[in-house]
C-alpha cells in the first residue's frame, strides 16, 4: 500500500532472505506453526490507519451503549449461554479488508469483529521478526496508540493474569495440540507463565475447578478463554467435559457470551461508510439484489457455511433465517505486488478493554493475504506471497 516501501521491500526480497526469516519464526515453537507465513508484511499509510480507527471508535460506541445488551439478547444460543456473564468482554478484534469504492480510491471495510482473543501471543514474537526481515524503518509500527512490544506485553499480563498466581490461570482450548494455531498457545505461556488446559482435564469440585499438574490439583482461579463453542459442538466422540451450564467460582477472560454477543450479529447495528450494509435475513422488507450480497451464518467460525454467489434458491433453503445475515459484497483491491499476481489483505486490529476502563484501546494487530476468491488455507493453496503476516503502520 505503501509504494515506496513496497518496491524497496520487493527489490530487496530473496528466498534466501525469506527462509532464514521462517526458520527463526518456526524456532519459536518447532513443530508448532501450522498455517502459512506469508513473504511479505503489508506496508499500511497513516491515512489509511486512521480510517481503520475511526470506524473502531463508531462500533465501540454501539458496544458501549446502554442498549447494546438489549439489542443482543436474542445473539446467544440457549444451549452456548454460560453463567456469569461481566460487563464487557476484555478483548475485541476488527478485520478489515484492504477495498477500492466506486471512485477507485483505497479504503477499509469491516469483514467481521470478534469479542474473542487472537494470535495475542505469536505475534508479539511475529512482529518483532518481521520488523527485522523487511529491515522497517523506525517510523512504521505494528503497534497502535503509542504501544510497544513492553508495554502492550505488560497490559496483556494485567488483564490475564493480573495480581493472581499465573498457576491458578490457564489458557483453555479443546485438543489444544490440535488446533492450528496452537503456535500462539506456546507463546502466551512463555509470555504469561500461564499453563494451557484441554477443555477434557477441567474437573470439577462443586464450584470449584481444578486441574492436575505434577500430581497435584491445581485451583483455577481465571481461565483465559480459547474455546469457540462452534468448534466444540463439531467435536466427535468427545470425553466427558464439565457443564458449562453451571455456575463456577472462576473469572472468564472473556467470558465465552461475548463471543456471540460480539460478532456478525452486531453488524446490522453499524451504521459508518467503512462497515458494509448488513440486514437479517428475517427481517429484509424489500427485495435487494443478490448479487451485491454474501450471505453468512450466524454461529459460524473461520468462513464456514458463508455464501458468496447467493443464489434465490440459498435463501429458500434455509430454514432459520433468523439466523443468517446479508452482507454488501467489498471490492477486495489486489494492491500488494508481488512476483506473479499480486495479492488482496485483511488486516485485524486488536483492541485490550481493561475491568476499570470506559472503551477499549487499540494495540497490535495482525494481516492475511490472499490470492484466491476469500481470504483463508482453502482458497490459497499451492500459492506463494499469502497467508498469515503483520501489517506496519506509518506513525
Request: glycine content about 4%; some cysteine.
Amino acid at each position: 500500500m505503501d509504494k515506496n516501501l513496497r518496491q524497496q521491500f520487493n527489490r530487496a526480497f530473496t528466498e534466501e532472505k525469506y527462509n532464514a526469516y521462517m526458520q527463526k519464526i518456526e524456532a519459536l515453537h518447532p513443530g508448532a506453526l501450522d498455517f502459512r507465513n506469508a513473504e511479505t508484511p503489508v506496508f499500511v499509510p497513516k491515512a489509511f490507519k486512521e480510517k481503520m480507527l475511526d470506524a473502531c471508535d463508531e462500533i465501540i460506541n454501539v458496544l458501549t451503549d446502554p442498549h447494546f445488551i438489549a439489542l443482543t439478547q436474542n445473539s446467544i444460543p440457549k444451549e452456548m449461554n454460560v453463567p456469569g456473564e461481566d460487563a464487557h468482554t476484555q478483548f475485541l478484534v476488527f478485520d478489515f479488508g484492504v477495498c477500492k469504492n466506486a471512485a477507485g480510491e483505497l479504503e477499509p471495510q469491516l469483514i467481521e469483529m470478534q469479542g474473542f482473543p487472537t494470535l495475542f501471543g505469536f505475534q508479539v514474537y511475529h512482529s518483532r521478526l518481521t520488523a527485522e526481515y523487511a529491515n522497517l524503518p523506525s517510523n512504521y509500527s505494528a503497534y497502535l496508540n503509542g504501544y510497544n512490544e513492553e508495554s502492550y506485553t505488560r497490559l496483556l499480563k494485567e488483564i490475564i493474569v493480573g495480581d493472581l498466581n499465573p498457576e491458578n490461570v490457564i489458557l483453555l482450548e479443546i485438543f489444544p495440540r490440535q488446533q492450528k494455531t496452537r503456535i500462539d498457545f506456546y507463546c502466551t505461556e512463555t509470555l504469561l507463565g500461564i499453563k494451557t488446559v484441554c477443555l477434557t482435564k477441567v474437573k470439577a469440585e462443586g464450584k470449584n475447578l481444578f486441574y492436575e499438574s505434577g500430581g497435584k490439583k491445581i485451583p483455577i482461579k481465571r481461565i483465559y478463554n480459547r474455546v469457540i463453542f462452534d468448534d466444540l459442538d463439531k467435536q466427535e466422540n468427545l470425553p466427558p467435559i464439565i457443564d458449562l451450564s453451571k455456575p463456577y467460582d472462576v473469572e472468564w477472560v472473556p467470558h465465552p457470551n461475548w463471543f456471540n454477543r460480539i460478532s456478525k450479529y452486531t453488524l446490522p447495528f453499524i451504521k459508518h461508510q467503512y462497515v458494509p450494509e448488513t440486514y437479517f435475513l428475517n427481517e429484509i422488507k424489500q427485495a435487494v439484489d443478490l448479487n451485491e450480497f454474501v450471505l453468512k451464518p450466524l454461529f459460524s467460525f473461520a468462513g464456514m457455511g458463508v455464501v458468496i454467489d447467493v443464489q434465490q434458491s440459498d435463501i429458500d433453503a434455509i430454514q432459520d433465517p433468523e439466523n443468517w445475515i446479508l452482507q454488501r459484497k467489498v471490492n477486495y483491491a489486489p494492491v500488494i505486488e508481488t512476483p506473479n499476481e499480486p495479492a488482496k489483505a485483511e488486516i485485524r486490529l486488536f483492541y485490550f478493554w481493561k475491568n476499570e476502563e470506559a472503551r477499549p484501546v487499540g494495540v497490535l494487530n495482525l494481516a492475511r493475504l490472499s490470492k484466491g476468491k476469500m481470504i483463508g488455507t482453502r482458497y490459497n493453496k499451492d500459492k506463494d506471497w499469502v497467508g498469515g503476516s503483520v501489517a506496519f503502520f506509518e506513525q
